[in-house]
Structure formats: structure tokens, C-alpha cells
């Protein structure tokens, strides 16, 4: 038996003034002394679909399927936070995405009924444009974060380019992931 990747589809964040803003948001959020576990600012990104554990063999599968995808690079436009699934249940905080969430959502739903041709789950919730930045561990100082997050709706992160398309392997350890990158589509 071969050993399985846990994988995903994303857009990496290669902007390093981005990646600082993102920092520093994530250092005032711990200052809410909610119990939070952050997401290392090198490895926050854009993902467009979560594959899970899948063959070595279904690597070039995936690809084939992401460079059927239509679509020219964009840009993005990050702004907001917020949290899901509701502010009285905050599991993530994430960065939201203002422009390109529709282009996106294009790519997403390319994906989707491929993915299905080649024994993918359908994704149940519909697709939502974002970026996570700390999950939420407990109820400790749930009101703080809220508060913090409610207050910064409109935070301005900045806008990248989305050029390449990536297949991302995520090998998980007590010191969190490390991603590589397994393929790259660039139209």
C-alpha cells in the first residue's frame, strides 16, 4: 500500500508585506487571550478545494484536472475579518476576500464536477473566498475575540496577484504543517 498525501488546491500568498500585516493582526488577535492555535503566516493561503489523503498516483490525476481549468490571472483583493461558522460558535478567524472572490468561485466550481469524475466527495458547504488565520480552540475570552474581529470588519490586508494554481501536499507534526508544493498550473 502507498502511502497517502493530505492535499489541497490552493493559491499561495507570496507578498510579504501581506504576510506581516497577517502577523500582526494574528499578534493583536492573541491579545484577546482567546484560545486560539495561529496559522505560521508562511503557510496562510487561498485554498480552493481541500482534497484530503490521496494516492501518490492521483498527483498527476489532479493536475491534469487543474490545467483544464479556465482562467487568467487576477487580482485579490483581502479585507475584512470574520469568523466561521457564526459569531456565537467562532471556530476560524479568517481574512476575507473582496475582489477576485467571483473568479475564485469560477475556478472552484470548474474543479468540482471533475474532481467528482475522479472519486472526490462533492464539497457540501458552497464555496467561500478566504483565508484562515487561527482556529478557534475553546469558549475561553469568546467575547474578546468577537469584539476584536467585529471591530476590524473592514481591515484593509492588501491585494495580491492569483497566477498559479497550486497542488499542495501538507505533511502534519506537533510542530503544525510543512506544505510543499506537489504541482504548479500556471495559464
Known sequence: MSEQIRSFIAFDIQNENIINRIAAVQKLLMQTNADLRLVTPKNIHITVRFLGN??????????EVMKKTKFVSFTIQLQGLGVFPTVNYPRVVWAGITLGAGQLKSIFEQLEPMLHDLGFVPEPESFNAHLTIARVRSGTNKQRLVD????????????????????????????????????????
Open 54 to 63: 490521496i494516492n501518490p498516483e492521483m498527483v498527476d490525476k489532479v493536475y
Open 148 to 187: 476584536f474581529v467585529t471591530r476590524h470588519q473592514e481591515y484593509e490586508f492588501g491585494t495580491i496577484k492569483a497566477s498559479s494554481l497550486r497542488l499542495k501536499g501538507s505533511q502534519l507534526s506537533s510542530a503544525g504543517p510543512t506544505y510543499t508544493t506537489l504541482k504548479e498550473y500556471c495559464p
